[in-house]
């Protein structure tokens, strides 16, 4: 298969540079036939024009282009024909072939080609299937698209003939579109027709669909009937591709979250603590990035395409530590009053956005995308940025890693154990102490790693935290915890339910009534989804 | 004995501070009026009208103190309450620039006729008559806390899962506050307000009569927090506080109890907020924030909770060294307030009034224990002093009763 692309690939290569060979060797071969239409009445030009259209020769386009716009002159003296542009008093000339200067004159040196409406329709066509025979396969296309739009019958022709010479097999689908469309529009008989409407409802998309219900309104017979099938038909598909499309917002903006809330509810889980500094940890990572690719620019600007693989450990490591230094400076102190710690960890938040801010002061940091995640690409009728695919995959990837962190190291079963029941975990010889310390440090630097991600979706700035510390704690609590399956959950499910909200009910008001589900949601289960059972709960 | 003595110097103390207010109620606006304005006992209208605003605080730090330090139950939210009530007062506002608006619309409010609404919404009817914003500013955030508390805590969502419920309802609130076609100004609120009761609101006045309204409201409703809290009703709160499961196991519907003062509370914080607009002359959804429903838990705990008088000077220090601080200092304030928030939790749980009384209660014990050793053998009579106002209201505590109200030191269960 790809040998055979290649091949084709080569096979075009070949084809473009013969093109341009031609393009220059028969300059001389064109350049006559040009100045024919100097000469004549609109019957010669007509001709001429066919005559200049059937050399299939893509450096003709602009003399025809500006033949169509009456731009079209030739020189009184020699009968040489020019692409002329008024001045002033003087008329500015250029080649029509190799679109170079070719000097000015006087208004009287020069006469216009004079094209009436019939003639027009003969220029559009014979341009259509000049580009439509560029060597250029974007080319080919962009013409194709301009016949879909137009719905040009003219055009059919044209098609027909490129069609027959295609061998791009994409490029040859569009055409097929832009013929059929052409075709509706023409007063062709009835079963070409049908097989256009068949060909628009295969393409499936918002166009055909416009154009399919256009034509439902406008004809009728079998011709309506099939429109109809083929728009209800389409009008299915996109409602499934949309659906698509937001499950795929969703689980977006759902993997933010759970990379927001996922070191909160580690540390919730263990020590029954908010930490109401964890939005300014996810902060401090996302600054954590723009220092980095400061650096990086600096010193080393081959690397900034790697800026993000640098930041990632940094960030950790940075988050981390502050959140070891909060925990051994302050909440081990207020340990079992947790609205206490509430408090405390509050004006901890307080303290590092203010850090921050008189840092680097209170704007946003333009923290840049490297190429291999900006731009985007699409599945049918879906967009997916690669910014935010990748977010999803790193977002399961910190999970999984966690996961593994959790369920097969020593710390993980020392941490488990003390989440489960700290008296009995403490009895059997585990530091407590210094399982909240490591589960802070841990949960903070997740948080740092976060901010590394978020840096690339969100603007930078010493409020970053204060976005997502609100929906953290509702996928926490929701989610329950001392699970962290509960998280994923919690995160994908608000993160779906939100987007699939939002066309009814518009973003804001879809965060709302997210935020009086999850109030109710707590009745009905107090402790969230993956709540823990057991006696300890009921301390 | 000891009991007695304390009960007395809780008296004395709510005594002294209702002494301070009705000074302070009566001195200031006389120092506005009546002194000319170079005089050095003059005062000016802006230190009225932040005065006035002051106080506003120290209600709406009364009503969080009451849930807080009595009931154990940290409400992250409660500056919903008070924006609700600011806003009922705001309709009203709103209403009284009749024809004076830049559009000139007898009935639309200038934002309506700018988004091109044809008519007044229906929750806006009504808002013309005071007595019926005043109704709304006590029954619109009463009715949201009954409702919000009879789920919360009949399903016994408790400790930090509630506080982050209730910072959520200020959040879902302030989301909602800031759509244009929610018909409350959106983003901008309600401002640009001309006069209350057919009083000019920019003159001294006025302004000096709002302040006494506001030092007024702070007295009854400290007067009604202290007859909830003195009352058996009060011991059971406390008791919620400290051991709920003990106290559902004795018998006590303790979610009707928490609903109960949770109901009262938010009224108190709409009452705050009713007086605070008039004074600001702005009421937009920045008040739904949650830092400020945090902030306001600060004051009370910088104050000493559970103390009633605490919440109030709590909010009175922080406010004013707030307004110092942002006016000379801007830079250093977040570092003073978040500091603030971590030295008091270490190292003042209990606050300044808590310490204080505390320290006190210790100097006493010790005289009262070195006189015993001397041997007078007869423990000193309590100083006898004037029965306060606040003696009264408080009393049904029968007079041989037992334990004073465990409110100065208070730690919540769990």
């Known amino acids: ?539 | 004995m000891m009991t007695s003595f304390l009960f007395r110097a809780m008296d004395a103390r709510a005594g002294i501070f209702l002494a301070i207010l009705a000074a302070v109620t009566i001195l200031v606006p006389m120092g506005n009026l009546l002194v000319p304005e170079g005089s050095p006992f003059h005062v000016s209208t802006y230190a009225v009208t932040l005065m006035g605003k002051y106080l506003t605080y120290a209600l709406l730090a009364l009503a969080v103190d009451l849930v807080w330090g009595y009931c154990g139950i940290l409400s992250l939210g409660h500056a919903a309450f008070f924006a609700l009530g600011g806003y009922a007062m705001g309709m009203y506002l709103m209403r009284q620039i009749g024809t004076r608006g830049v559009y000139g619309d007898p009935i639309l409010p200038d934002f309506m006729v700018f988004l091109n609404w044809q008519e007044l919404p229906w929750y806006w009817f009504g808002f013309d008559m005071f007595w019926f914003a005043a109704l709304m500013v006590v029954l619109v955030p009463g009715l949201l806390a009954f409702i919000f508390g009879w789920f919360a805590f009949r399903s016994r969502v408790t400790g930090v899962y509630l506080s982050i419920i209730t910072q959520a309802l200020t959040y879902a609130l302030l989301l909602a506050f800031f759509r244009n076609d929610m018909g409350f100004g959106g983003n901008n609120g309600l401002t640009d307000f001309k006069d209350i009761l057919g009083f000019d609101v920019q003159a001294s006045t006025t302004r000096a009569g709002l302040f006494a309204a506001s030092a007024i409201a702070l007295a009854v409703c400290f007067l009604i927090c202290r007859s909830i809290t003195r009352s058996k009703l009060g011991k059971i709160l406390v008791a919620v506080r400290d051991a709920e499961s003990r106290t559902r196991f004795l018998g006590y519907r303790v979610e009707h109890y928490k609903l109960f003062v949770w109901t009262i509370s938010a009224m108190m914080a709409g009452i705050a907020g009713a007086l605070y607009v008039p004074q600001v002359g702005i009421i937009n959804p920045g008040e739904f924030a949650p830092a400020n429903s945090i902030e306001v838990v600060i004051w009370v705990a910088v104050g000493g909770r559970g103390t009633l008088v605490g919440a109030v000077l709590g909010a009175v220090l922080i406010n004013f060294s707030k307004t110092w601080f942002t006016a000379v200092l801007p830079e250093v304030w977040l570092f003073a307030l978040g500091g603030l928030f971590v030295v008091v939790t270490l190292f003042l749980p209990k606050g300044i009034i808590g310490t204080f009384s505390d320290g006190w209660t210790a100097l006493r014990q010790r005289k009262i224990s070195a006189e015993a050793e001397a041997g007078s053998g007869e423990p000193p009579s309590v100083p006898p002093h004037s029965p306060s106002a606040a003696a009264n209201v408080a009393k049904p505590v029968a007079p041989s009763k037992p334990p004073a109200p465990s409110g100065a030191e208070p730690q919540p269960a769990e």
């Open chain 1, 1 to 539: 298969m790809s040998v055979l692309k290649s091949f084709i690939l080569i096979l075009f290569m070949m084809i473009g540079l013969s093109g341009s060979a031609f393009a220059q060797g028969d300059a001389e071969t064109l350049r006559p036939l040009i100045n024919e239409l100097a000469k004549g009445k609109y019957a010669e030009t007509k001709s001429q024009v066919e005559a200049i259209a059937a050399t299939g020769n893509p450096a003709a386009t602009p003399a025809l282009e500006a033949l169509g716009k009456g731009a079209l002159f030739y020189r009184k003296s020699d009968g040489d024909v020019f692409i002329a542009e008024k001045a002033g008093k003087i008329y500015k000339l250029t080649d029509p072939l190799t679109l170079e200067a070719a000097g000015e004159v006087g208004k009287r040196d020069i006469k216009k080609i004079k094209v009436n409406n019939s003639l027009r329709r003969v220029i559009r066509s014979a341009l259509g299937s000049l580009t439509l025979m560029a060597p250029d396969p974007t080319v080919r296309i962009a013409a194709a698209e301009a016949i879909f739009k137009a719905q040009d019958p003219a055009g059919i022709e044209a098609l027909d003939l490129a069609l027959a010479a295609e061998v791009d097999d994409e490029v040859r689908t569009v055409m097929e579109q832009a013929r059929a469309a052409a075709v509706l529009n023409s007063d062709l008989e009835e079963a070409e027709k049908l097989g256009a409407v068949q060909t628009l409802s295969d393409m499936g998309n918002r166009d055909a669909l416009s154009l399919l219900s256009g034509i439902e309104a406008s004809s009728e017979g079998a011709v309506k009937v099939a429109a109809a099938k083929g728009s209800k038909k389409i009008e299915k598909s996109i409602a499934a591709w949309d659906t698509a499309q937001n499950v795929w917002y969703g689980l977006s903006l759902g993997s933010v979250l759970l990379l927001a809330a996922i070191g909160l509810a580690i540390t919730f889980g263990v020590m029954g603590v908010i930490n109401m500094a964890h939005g300014e940890m996810v902060m401090i990572g996302a600054y954590v990035t723009f220092v980095v690719q400061e650096l990086i620019r600096t010193s080393a600007p081959g690397l900034f395409e790697y800026s993000l693989f640098f930041a990632l450990p940094l960030a950790f490591l940075t988050s981390g530590l502050i959140g070891v230094a909060i925990e051994r400076g302050v909440i081990r102190w207020l340990y079992g009053r947790p609205l206490e710690t509430l408090l405390a960890t509050w004006g901890i938040s307080l303290i590092l956005q203010q850090t921050i801010r008189s840092i680097f002061g209170p704007t946003n940091q333009e923290v840049g995308n490297p190429d291999w995640m900006s731009g985007a690409f699409e599945i049918g009728q879906m967009t997916i940025t690669y910014n935010r695919m990748w977010i999803i995959v790193f977002a399961m990837l910190v999970f999984a890693g966690l996961m593994l962190v959790l369920k097969k190291t020593p710390f993980g079963l020392y941490t488990r154990a003390v989440t489960q029941n700290r008296k009995m975990a403490a009895s059997m010889g585990i530091r407590t102490p210094w399982i909240d310390a490591m589960t802070f440090g841990l949960g903070s630097g997740i948080a740092g790693i976060a901010g590394v991600a978020l840096s690339q979706i969100d603007n930078v700035s010493p409020n970053l935290g204060q976005g997502y510390i609100i929906d953290s704690f509702m996928v926490v609590v929701f989610g329950g915890v001392g699970n962290l399956w509960g998280t994923l959950v919690g995160a994908m499910t608000l993160g779906v339910v939100n987007k699939f909200l939002e066309p009814y009910a518009g973003a804001v008001l879809a965060k709302i009534l997210v935020l009086v589900f999850i109030i109710l949601f707590i009745q009905k289960r107090p402790r969230g989804l993956f709540a823990q059972k057991g006696r300890a709960v009921e301390a």
